[in-house]
């Protein structure tokens, strides 16, 4: 479902329902100061280092296909971003801003959805505590991509698509964990 939501988004991206999608959350979100603070989230610095301590951890814990699917989720997730930018080619939102490069999909979206997705999945596994992990993952990611919105680097409809294809990721990650994971990994 994720994937084929992405798809319209994808396809849409430059039609009218999205342009008043993009205008009305723009209109909503206003001069908001609040929400820009968590665009660190989903720094590269924040979800790169992220990613390796949680490489560390899982090889430590001799969990090797757990540490390779935060490989390819993060860094393939990311590299994929990039490539999706270059492909689609849509110009950022002419408010200052201050990025560079392609503005569809988010990144700060993407890649942050898949990260503390991956972290809260690992983290129920260790710890049992899957309502918290998922609903602090969730909050997370929202915040990084909602943040970048109200910054007016992306607009609504790069974070939407960057959740989604994110989110198909995971959902692809996890049900290839779930299948070569001993039940309890800990």
């Not at 992405?6 to 206003?30: K, N, P, R």
């Not at 080619?89 to 959805?113: C, K, L, Q, T, Y």
């Not at 998922?134 to 790069?158: M, P």
Request: glycine letters at 10%.
């Amino acid at each position: 479902m994720c994937l084929i939501l992405f798809v319209i988004i994808l396809t849409g991206w430059e039609s009218e329902w999205a342009g008043i999608l993009d205008d009305h959350t723009f209109q909503i979100l206003g001069e908001n100061s609040f929400l820009p603070i968590f665009s660190f989230l989903g720094s590269e610095m924040i979800l790169g280092g992220g990613a390796v301590l949680l490489i560390c951890f899982l090889a430590w814990k001799r969990n090797i296909i757990g540490a390779i699917a935060i490989l390819i989720g993060v860094g393939g997730g990311n590299i994929l971003n990039k490539a999706l930018k270059e492909w689609v080619a849509r110009e950022r939102p002419a408010f200052p801003h201050g990025e560079d490069g392609f503005s569809f999909v988010s990144g700060h979206a993407m890649v942050s959805i898949i990260f503390y997705l991956l972290l809260a999945y690992f983290l129920s596994i260790y710890t049992n505590k899957k309502r918290i992990a998922y609903s602090a993952a969730l909050l997370l990611a929202f915040l990084s991509g909602i943040s970048r919105v109200a910054e007016k680097a992306h607009y609504a409809t790069d974070a939407a698509a960057g959740w989604l294809l994110g989110a198909a990721i995971y959902f692809l990650l996890a049900s290839i964990l779930n299948r070569r994971l001993p039940k309890k990994a800990a």
